[in-house]
């Protein structure tokens, strides 16, 4: 899945705009059940990473673990 979604075409974002189920399913022929698994794991351990929502169809990208790059920028409070 992850080597699916690292040459698959890219928004600015890191966002693939093709929907995760549609690869799972017809790329490598799982279930709708294994998706959902195996997805919730790549998420958690940070692997991919929710981005936003097209529809009813999330849309994530590579995470940090799975691009070795800093995705996100933490905010400080700036104090007076």
Known sequence: MLQLYAIMPKEPSGAVRKTARKLAEGELGWTPSLFSRVRGQLVED?????????SNSPIYRLGERATGQRTVIPLRSRTA
Do not use: R, S
């Open 46 to 54: 940070g692997w991919l990473e929710y981005v936003d929502k097209l």
